[in-house]
């Protein structure tokens, strides 16, 4: 299984970024993805997680302005960032969660995206 996060890139504080992260493989079935972003210096944190029947949680530094989303026939989850801050630059995973996958070994797995880096300047 792989996750092929995009988007990322640079724009001016006020402005707009739409990430996208792609899960391909052995997939039967995905019961989370989620957003993560890790700033220099600092811990990887949690922007927005969403279930598969469509619950969703942000932290509370994004609400209002960041809206998840995802295609569950496609395996993908969105990110639309609106109101970019520079303070939300970092660099953004991908997490998708209880994965089940069609073949053997049987179980439920968590994978990671190789990380999109978003850069808001002031």
């Known amino acids: 299984v792989q996750l092929q996060a995009s988007g990322g890139g640079l724009v001016q504080a006020g402005g707009s970024l739409r990430l996208s992260c792609a899960a391909s493989?052995?997939?039967?079935?995905?019961?989370?993805m989620a957003w993560y972003r890790q700033a220099p210096g600092k811990q990887r944190e949690l922007v927005a997680a969403?279930?598969?029947?469509?619950?969703?949680n942000y932290d509370d530094s994004v609400k209002g302005r960041f809206t998840i989303s995802r295609d569950n026939a496609k395996n993908t989850v969105y990110l639309q960032m609106n109101s970019l801050k520079p303070e939300d630059t970092a660099v953004y995973y991908c997490?998708?969660?209880?994965?089940?996958?069609?073949?053997?070994?049987?179980?439920?797995?968590?994978?990671w995206g190789q990380g999109t880096q978003v850069t808001v300047s002031s």
């Open positions: 997490n998708a969660a209880g994965v089940v996958l069609t073949t053997t070994p049987w179980g439920e797995y968590d994978y």
């Open positions: 493989g052995n997939i039967d079935s995905i019961n989370d």
């Open positions: 969403i279930t598969s029947d469509g619950r969703i």
